[in-house]
């Protein structure tokens, strides 16, 4: 036998082989011989097998090996007998190798072989030589029976390695589906490694089906196969992989195949939270004893009902005109609206990992917006009482409706049972409190309206082509917005948004007819008798702290506050974006209202100042917040930088009420150096220690000597002293009722009328 295959030969010459008188094979496959004369192979009568199938005119695909069968069977030949009875040697072709007995196709991905009975076990189990670094031959071109045949592999794919039984290995961060196919990379949410795909923590996911799952798990199993047992069945996944969505609450989502909620935590999105767990900023936390639950029921109630109770009685006046409760009012709106707008933007920023303190602060600023749902979940006690975000808006308006008509029942309750005198007094007294509680519910009603639009919708896809997919609310992932009751209910809801605008717009409307245009115009005894001096005396908290020229500021303030507590709703919130427009949106604030400087009271403007500071610290911390962890560098302490930024927020939303807390303390310990300097004491000077109390801001600098107390108690600080008469029963001490107020100028107006 002579083997010449894969030379470069052109001619052999006549006579070439006369003297190899054992010659009876020659291989000249794979040459560049075009002819061979049939002469030249002969040798004294006997016939030279030639074996070529490539590059030759004529071709000859077996030849008779009665003698050689087992050298040839041992070889790259499959040896058959024929009808005569003869055996034939058939070389195993281009594109394979002989193993077992049988000729097999070199497999796609990193192999060809461009020779003929290839029996040589090469590499990896298999007689084919590999492709160059980078390339492979298609499943559509196997087997591959030249080194041409060997294809650029396809985007994503390393270059710098072998193909092997795939169309090249994916880079890092990129998944495939189809072996032989492009790889892509990893987007958000995604973790790929080792050519597969799965699920970050903080990350949700929903497969079409349980068998689709088990199918791609299957595929996924076989990449990890590098030999060629692969199942040449799941080579390619078809079925489409899901959509991968950030959790409202990172932590609530563990990530993985399954996509699992951590405890407490269920349904889509992992945002709903289990049974005995409530919901409080998007995160869920046990639910607290049904003892515990009842009592900060009463306790929420007791406070309101004693504040508005507080607030809407008007004391004794200072020289400036306000009283008691106007001092409070103004001061409890500023920190009441503060904390409103810290609980609605933290609740709307689910997305950041606010510190654990600041959530626990979420939690008390409820009761500031009368949201008893929240402070005290109801469906802790009984699942019966569990309720989703159309139950809540619900009762939101139905709060605010009671509210409304109490006050309207009680007016004419009230009206038959008290002389005439007194009537303007009850209808400032009704129209205050019913503004009042439905001041403090507004951002807390317009939460749920907004919460409950359409348009805060999301869709959650099963696949990344978003074939498959469901809409939730974004506030309550239990609600699904593609069901009828969903879409009649829409219709009240739109109907709904009117309020948000229309309740600043009724109050500014009232104010400027009222009080601003009609009151250029018009005293105050004059307006005593007209109807409508119970609606201005009952908005008198709104514009009170305000200096004459910008008496609507509260309306500004108002839609300040439902841009960043509801509006918000609408938007992307966990974008960075967002966060930043909202800070600008709150600086802005604050540089206008140092500017102008709306309020009159000196100390009243720098605790609303420092709660628009605050507001705009919240919002630029946020977006620090936004930064993970692992991206800082590896020199910083990470320990000690959460701890810094926790104390940062802490500060500025403490700051507010540490403000009025020691302004209230520096007062009294002012007012009982005072008191101390005059040893002598009575039930007025104790009573009026008591009331220094409720009245900060008096200033007591400078009152020396043993008759300070008696000049002190003598100064207009905004609380006539408690008059002590002697009776036989002992002390009478009183204290003028506004009533008894209100009755005096009403009969010196009626005194002046009749003189006249």
Same mark, same amino acid.
């Given at each position: 036998?002579?083997?010449?295959?894969?030379?470069?030969?052109?001619?052999?010459?006549?006579?070439?082989?006369?003297?190899?008188?054992?010659?009876?094979?020659?291989?000249?496959?794979?040459?560049?011989?075009?002819?061979?004369?049939?002469?030249?192979?002969?040798?004294?009568?006997?016939?030279?097998?030639?074996?070529?199938?490539?590059?030759?005119?004529?071709?000859?695909?077996?030849?008779?090996?009665?003698?050689?069968?087992?050298?040839?069977?041992?070889?790259?030949?499959?040896?058959?007998?024929?009808? *005569?009875?003869?055996?034939? /040697? $058939? =070389? @195993?072709?281009? &594109?394979?190798?002989?193993?077992?007995?049988?000729? %097999?196709?070199? +497999?796609?991905?990193?192999?060809?072989?461009?020779?003929?009975?290839?029996?040589?076990?090469?590499?990896?189990?298999?007689?084919?030589?590999?492709?160059?670094?980078?390339?492979?031959?298609?499943?559509?071109?196997?087997?591959?029976?030249?080194?041409?045949?060997?294809?650029?592999?396809?985007?994503?794919?390393?270059?710098?390695?072998?193909?092997?039984?795939?169309?090249?290995?994916?880079?890092?961060?990129?998944?495939?589906? *189809?072996?032989?196919?492009? /790889? $892509? =990379? @990893?987007?958000? &949410?995604?973790?790929?490694?080792?050519?597969?795909? %799965?699920?970050? +923590?903080?990350?949700?996911?929903?497969?079409?089906?349980?068998?689709?799952?088990?199918?791609?798990?299957?595929?996924?199993?076989?990449?990890?196969?590098?030999?060629?047992?692969?199942?040449?069945?799941?080579?390619?996944?078809?079925?489409?992989?899901?959509?991968?969505?950030?959790?409202?609450?990172?932590?609530?989502?563990?990530?993985?195949?399954?996509?699992?909620?951590?405890?407490?935590?269920?349904?889509?999105?992992?945002?709903?939270?289990?049974?005995?767990?409530?919901?409080?900023?998007?995160?869920?936390?046990?639910?607290?004893?049904?003892?515990?639950?009842?009592?900060?029921?009463?306790?929420?109630?007791?406070?309101?009902?004693?504040?508005?109770?507080?607030?809407?009685?008007?004391?004794?006046?200072?020289?400036?005109?306000?009283?008691?409760?106007?001092?409070?009012?103004?001061?409890?709106?500023?920190?009441?609206?503060?904390?409103?707008?810290?609980?609605?933007?933290?609740?709307?920023?689910?997305?950041?990992?606010?510190?654990?303190?600041?959530?626990?602060?979420?939690?008390?600023?409820?009761?500031?917006?009368?949201?008893?749902?929240?402070?005290?979940?109801?469906?802790?006690?009984?699942?019966?009482?569990?309720?989703?975000?159309?139950?809540?808006?619900?009762?939101?308006?139905?709060?605010?409706?009671?509210?409304?008509?109490?006050?309207?029942?009680?007016?004419?309750?009230?009206?038959?049972?008290?002389?005439?005198?007194?009537?303007?007094?009850?209808?400032?007294?009704?129209?205050?409190?019913?503004?009042?509680?439905?001041?403090?519910?507004?951002?807390?009603?317009?939460?749920?309206?907004?919460?409950?639009?359409?348009?805060?919708?999301?869709?959650?896809?099963?696949?990344?082509?978003?074939?498959?997919?469901?809409?939730?609310?974004?506030?309550?992932?239990?609600?699904?917005?593609?069901?009828?009751?969903?879409?009649?209910?829409?219709?009240?809801?739109?109907?709904?948004?009117?309020?948000?605008?229309?309740?600043?717009?009724?109050?500014?409307?009232?104010?400027?007819?009222?009080?601003?245009?009609?009151?250029?115009?018009?005293?105050?005894?004059?307006?005593?008798?007209?109807?409508?001096?119970?609606?201005?005396?009952?908005?008198?908290?709104?514009?009170?702290?305000?200096?004459?020229?910008?008496?609507?500021?509260?309306?500004?303030?108002?839609?300040?506050?439902?841009?960043?507590?509801?509006?918000?709703?609408?938007?992307?919130?966990?974008?960075?974006?967002?966060?930043?427009?909202?800070?600008?949106?709150?600086?802005?604030?604050?540089?206008?209202?140092?500017?102008?400087?709306?309020?009159?009271?000196?100390?009243?403007?720098?605790?609303?100042?420092?709660?628009?500071?605050?507001?705009?610290?919240?919002?630029?911390?946020?977006?620090?917040?936004?930064?993970?962890?692992?991206?800082?560098?590896?020199?910083?302490?990470?320990?000690?930088?959460?701890?810094?930024?926790?104390?940062?927020?802490?500060?500025?939303?403490?700051?507010?009420?540490?403000?009025?807390?020691?302004?209230?303390?520096?007062?009294?310990?002012?007012?009982?150096?005072?008191?101390?300097?005059?040893?002598?004491?009575?039930?007025?000077?104790?009573?009026?220690?008591?009331?220094?109390?409720?009245?900060?801001?008096?200033?007591?600098?400078?009152?020396?000597?043993?008759?300070?107390?008696?000049?002190?108690?003598?100064?207009?600080?905004?609380?006539?002293?408690?008059?002590?008469?002697?009776?036989?029963?002992?002390?009478?001490?009183?204290?003028?009722?506004?009533?008894?107020?209100?009755?005096?100028?009403?009969?010196?107006?009626?005194?002046?009328?009749?003189?006249?």
């Amino acid at each position: 036998m002579l083997w010449l295959s894969s030379n470069p030969l052109e001619i052999i010459e006549d006579g070439a082989f006369i003297s190899m008188s054992y010659l009876r094979y020659i291989n000249l496959a794979d040459t560049k011989l075009q002819r061979i004369v049939p002469a030249t192979l002969m040798n004294q009568n006997k016939q030279i097998i030639l074996q070529v199938f490539r590059n030759l005119a004529s071709e000859t695909t077996a030849f008779l090996c009665d003698r050689c069968k087992g050298f040839y069977s041992e070889r790259g030949y499959i040896v058959e007998r024929n009808p *005569h009875g003869q055996f034939e /040697c $058939f =070389p @195993c072709p281009y &594109g394979t190798f002989k193993q077992g007995g049988f000729c %097999n196709t070199c +497999p796609a991905g990193g192999f060809y072989q461009d020779e003929q009975a290839q029996y040589k076990i090469l590499s990896h189990g298999i007689g084919c030589k590999q492709c160059p670094d980078g390339t492979f031959v298609s499943l559509q071109s196997s087997p591959g029976v030249q080194k041409a045949d060997c294809q650029k592999c396809p985007e994503g794919t390393s270059p710098d390695h072998p193909a092997l039984f795939r169309a090249c290995f994916c880079r890092d961060d990129h998944y495939r589906v *189809h072996r032989f196919a492009a /790889c $892509f =990379p @990893c987007t958000r &949410g995604y973790k790929c490694t080792n050519e597969t795909i %799965n699920l970050l +923590p903080g990350f949700y996911w929903k497969w079409n089906s349980t068998e689709t799952k088990h199918m791609y798990l299957n595929f996924s199993a076989e990449l990890q196969v590098t030999s060629q047992s692969y199942n040449k069945n799941l080579a390619h996944y078809t079925q489409g992989l899901p959509k991968a969505y950030a959790c409202p609450t990172a932590s609530a989502c563990k990530g993985g195949i399954d996509s699992e909620c951590s405890v407490g935590y269920e349904g889509p999105m992992c945002a709903m939270c289990s049974r005995h767990f409530y919901m409080l900023a998007s995160i869920c936390r046990k639910c607290p004893t049904p003892p515990w639950i009842v009592t900060q029921i009463i306790l929420v109630i007791v406070i309101v009902v004693g504040l508005i109770v507080l607030l809407i009685r008007d004391k004794k006046k200072k020289s400036s005109g306000r009283s008691l409760s106007d001092i409070m009012t103004a001061r409890l709106k500023i920190l009441i609206g503060f904390y409103q707008v810290t609980s609605g933007t933290i609740s709307s920023f689910s997305y950041v990992h606010w510190p654990y303190a600041m959530i626990k602060l979420v939690r008390y600023a409820e009761v500031f917006q009368m949201n008893l749902l929240q402070a005290a979940p109801l469906h802790c006690i009984s699942d019966s009482l569990k309720t989703n975000v159309h139950v809540k808006l619900l009762a939101a308006v139905l709060f605010n409706v009671v509210a409304i008509m109490a006050g309207i029942v009680y007016y004419h309750i009230r009206v038959r049972q008290i002389p005439s005198k007194r009537r303007s007094l009850l209808q400032q007294r009704c129209y205050r409190t019913v503004f009042l509680i439905l001041f403090i519910s507004f951002p807390m009603t317009c939460s749920y309206i907004f919460q409950a639009l359409p348009e805060t919708c999301q869709e959650v896809c099963t696949s990344t082509d978003e074939k498959f997919c469901k809409s939730y609310l974004k506030s309550d992932y239990s609600v699904e917005c593609g069901s009828k009751t969903f879409k009649v209910k829409s219709l009240f809801f739109y109907v709904l948004v009117v309020y948000p605008a229309g309740f600043p717009s009724l109050i500014f409307y009232l104010l400027w007819k009222y009080r601003y245009k009609g009151g250029q115009h018009a005293s105050r005894e004059e307006r005593v008798h007209t109807k409508h001096d119970g609606i201005v005396e009952g908005l008198k908290f709104v514009y009170e702290n305000y200096a004459s020229n910008v008496w609507f500021w509260e309306i500004i303030e108002l839609v300040r506050k439902v841009l960043l507590t509801s509006v918000i709703l609408l938007a992307h919130a966990e974008s960075r974006t967002y966060l930043g427009v909202t800070a600008i949106i709150s600086g802005i604030y604050a540089v206008l209202f140092a500017y102008y400087k709306p309020i009159t009271d000196t100390f009243e403007h720098w605790l609303q100042l420092t709660s628009l500071l605050a507001t705009m610290v919240n919002m630029i911390v946020g977006m620090l917040l936004k930064i993970p962890s692992d991206s800082l560098s590896s020199s910083v302490n990470t320990h000690v930088d959460e701890a810094f930024v926790t104390a940062v927020l802490m500060i500025a939303n403490v700051a507010v009420i540490a403000i009025m807390a020691v302004n209230y303390m520096v007062t009294l310990v002012q007012t009982v150096q005072v008191i101390r300097k005059n040893p002598q004491c009575s039930i007025s000077c104790c009573l009026y220690l008591f009331l220094t109390i409720n009245q900060a801001g008096s200033d007591v600098s400078g009152i020396e000597g043993n008759n300070d107390l008696k000049n002190y108690q003598d100064m207009n600080v905004g609380v006539e002293q408690p008059e002590l008469e002697m009776s036989p029963g002992g002390f009478d001490i009183e204290l003028e009722d506004e009533e008894e107020q209100e009755e005096e100028k009403e009969g010196e107006i009626d005194r002046q009328v009749t003189t006249a």
